[in-house]
């Protein structure tokens, strides 16, 4: 199989077997470019070349960009500085309240699930969170949690541990069945796995840059079903809040009818702008293709474990598996195992008692052949 990308995008890739995108993502040298040479020029040359104009449409390549990844109209997406801060605004919005519950699970990265729990000990709504047996959880569980009285459902598209995949219209369905609300977070999956937002059913999505979108730290984005934009009252808000921003009335807010409305405040535009590059070289390979040959890497990985001693906690159902795959090693300590791992130019990373491997499209088949050789020798 080729590679995917040109090695000379991702220079650490020709050393190192860098697995851990489910952690921390490589990120094309030439997004990075662009985010140090926007901040280089503002530096050298302050409001000359970033005027108003230029802050007032800071955003506009991600919305294009954004779009395209999640296949929705550019007015549908907002971005902001990170995943947290966009769920926390969007969560003071919906503010489920007591009588009312909010459905997630044991295993969700606690990002997703704590914003909701500081509504809940504002308003005393209640929280649900659907048992997962060793890192798995069944979609019908999350489904039968669902009732008349839940305002959300917030799940992570990916789990970060396992990667176990949840079919979101599945959920969306169930969700709009009782009147609640379905909040993805893709950050363990935007970049990786292909979402097309409108058809998904999803209410609200939004992805972290850093992981498998291959961007910086410091940005997100986030795509919103059109009528909830007009109804929903941002729960965080800034003078970029006002539907015109240079309005600078500060007596009253009158939000843009769109996703923009989430969009409150000063930021470090270029991580914005390296987000809008990284999903730019994404998708101009093609999410699908991106899918698709990670998930040959994968099948490898998991080829390869299976002869080897190691307990594979991942879900095994072909249509709940990403490029996560997560095991422990029989009667070897996992930090070992991984350190291991890392003085022989492997880098996966250990999440609670497991090894997870994330390898995303600049990984190739020598990676996988690195990975396994270096286990054999470790457990021998
Ligand atoms: C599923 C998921 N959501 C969110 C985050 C992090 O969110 P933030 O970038 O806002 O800290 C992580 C980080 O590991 C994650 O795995």
């Known amino acids: ?52 104009v230029a802050e007032e449409t800071a ?3 991600l919305r294009k960009e954004g779009a395209k990844l999640f296949s929705c109209d550019e007015k549908d997406i907002a971005g902001g500085s990170s995943f947290s801060e966009l769920l926390n605004s969007v969560a003071w919005a919906i503010m489920p309240q007591k009588g009312q519950n909010v ?13 909701w729990l500081r509504i809940a000990s504002h308003t005393s709504c209640e929280m649900r969170f659907v048992k997962a047996t060793d890192s798995y959880v069944k979609i019908d569980d999350i489904i039968k949690q669902i009732d008349k009285n839940t305002s959300v459902v917030s799940i992570s598209h990916v789990e970060y541990t396992g990667g176990q995949v949840y079919d979101l219209k599945k959920l969306a369905d169930a969700a709009h069945e009782h009147g609640a609300l379905l909040v993805v977070d893709a ?7 292909p979402i097309n937002a409108p058809l998904s059913g999803a209410d609200i999505i939004i992805s972290g840059a850093y992981k498998w979108l291959c961007g910086p730290f410091g940005a997100a984005l986030m795509y919103i079903r059109p009528e909830l934009q ?46 809008e590059a990284s999903i730019k070289y994404l998708t101009d390979i093609g999410i699908d293709n991106i899918f698709e040959y ?3 890497l994968a ?32 009667n070897k300590d996992t930090a070992y195992i991984v350190n291991e791992l890392k003085k022989r130019g492997v880098i996966a990373h250990k999440r609670q008692q497991y090894i997870r491997f994330s390898p995303h499209l600049y990984n190739n088949v020598e990676d996988i052949d690195k990975i396994l050789l270096s286990l054999k020798e470790i457990i021998k």
């Not at 997004?31 to 503002?42: G, Y």
Request: glycine residues 6%; charged residues 20%.
């Open 1 to 52: 199989m080729n590679n995917l990308v040109n090695k000379e995008d991702f220079p650490l890739t020709k050393d190192l077997a860098y697995v851990n995108a489910a952690n921390v993502s490589l990120m094309p040298l030439s997004a990075c470019d662009v985010i140090t040479s926007w901040q280089k020029n503002v530096a050298i040359n302050g409001c000359l070349d970033f005027n108003d």
């Open 59 to 61: 955003y506009d390549g």
């Open 103 to 115: 459905v997630s699970t044991q295993i969700v990265f606690p990002s997703t699930s704590f914003s």
């Open 187 to 193: 950050t363990q999956s935007a970049g990786a796995i």
């Open 230 to 275: 007009i109804q929903l009252q941002p729960g965080f808000v800034g003078f970029r809040s006002h539907i015109d921003m240079w309005d600078l009335d500060p007596q009253r807010i009158t939000y843009a009818p769109s996703a923009k409305r989430f969009e409150s405040s000063t930021m470090a535009f270029g991580c914005i702008k390296g987000l």
């Open 294 to 296: 990670n998930m040959v």
């Open 299 to 330: 099948n490898k990985l998991l080829e390869g474990l299976n002869t080897l001693d190691a307990n594979i906690a991942s879900a095994q159902e072909k249509e709940e598996r990403t490029s996560i795959l997560t095991c422990t090693i029989k």
